[in-house]
């Protein structure tokens, strides 16, 4: 229940803040994702082009350009680029989790995205591959067609594989709360007014947001990696209640935070620059 005057207040200023963290992150992610698998798609002589949906290969899927050894490395560089980030950037997390502050609320929304892209395009790519392969969602999941791997088994692991992310999802409830600015907003009595604000409320306006910004294009894997940002973060709306979290010991109301219109216009102008530039995509390749 809330009690301190300006909570309610704060914590609307808080999913703002939030919103804006979820958006760079996601965009931070994208691109260095994608320029990665690019970049490496180079060394192999396979031209690609970077746009704001997808990064889209440009020779056909009969190329010779296209063997064991290309797919490979080409389809799992960006999962294993952002398997290392994710590392590194979890055990920065780490060492500034109990610091008050909003710099390690961008830092938890990076690692989200890059958990949710690793695994959400797995299974978004499993899934059309058998249903739909003339779509042609090529990522991660691509390796299992050079393994030869029977349909059923690519179910079964698609199965594993959003079950991993429900699991890590429970992990990451932990993260989530430690995230608040202050420890004050994660007391008991406040947790599910965090959970609300901080998680679902943002995911929900950031999904929206991010719909808008792929139109007139409807970006199948870039809209399910909403969905499955859901259930990357739904399991902290059961679990919050049992996450033991350091008792703040500053009795002080919090004051009243203010709007943020400077980082709201900067992430507005970074999001344009951002879409303007790969409107008419960006090629990665040499001549």
Do not use: C
Not at 43 to 67: A, C, E, G, M
Not at 100 to 122: A, C, T, V, Y
Not at 269 to 281: A, D, P, T
């Amino acid at each position: 229940m809330m009690q301190k005057n300006n909570d309610i207040h704060n914590f609307k200023i808080l999913t703002i803040y939030s919103v804006i963290a979820y958006l760079l992150a996601y965009w931070m992610v994208f691109l260095s994702y994608n320029i990665f698998t690019a970049l490496i798609a180079i060394l192999y002589d396979i031209k690609s082009i970077l746009y704001h949906t997808k990064l889209l290969f440009v020779p056909k899927n009969n190329s010779p350009l296209w063997t064991f050894n290309s797919a490979f490395f080409i389809f799992i560089s960006g999962t294993l680029f952002l398997m290392l980030t994710t590392f590194i950037l979890m055990r920065i997390y780490k060492k500034h989790k109990y610091r008050e502050g909003l710099k390690k609320l961008l830092l938890f929304w990076i690692i989200m995205h890059s958990i949710n892209r690793i695994l959400g395009l797995f299974i978004i790519g499993t899934i059309v591959d058998l249903t739909y392969p003339s779509l042609g969602l090529w990522y991660s999941n691509v390796i299992l067609n050079w393994f030869f791997i029977g349909h059923w088994m690519k179910i079964i692991m698609a199965i594993a594989i959003f079950a991993l992310l429900f699991w890590i999802g429970g992990k990451t409830t932990r993260p989530l709360l430690l995230s608040a600015k202050s420890l004050k907003f994660v007391e008991d009595r406040k947790r599910l007014f965090f959970v609300w604000s901080q998680a679902f409320k943002v995911w929900f306006f950031s999904s929206i947001i991010l719909f808008i910004l792929h139109l007139p294009a409807l970006s199948l894997a870039e809209n399910f990696l909403s969905v499955s940002m859901f259930f990357l973060i739904i399991p902290s709306y059961f679990n919050h209640e049992s996450i033991v979290l350091p008792h703040s010991t500053d009795e002080r109301e919090e004051p009243e935070y203010k709007k943020p219109w400077k980082y709201i216009i900067w992430t507005i102008v970074f999001i344009l620059i951002v879409r303007i530039i790969l409107w008419k995509g960006i090629p990665f390749y040499f001549n």
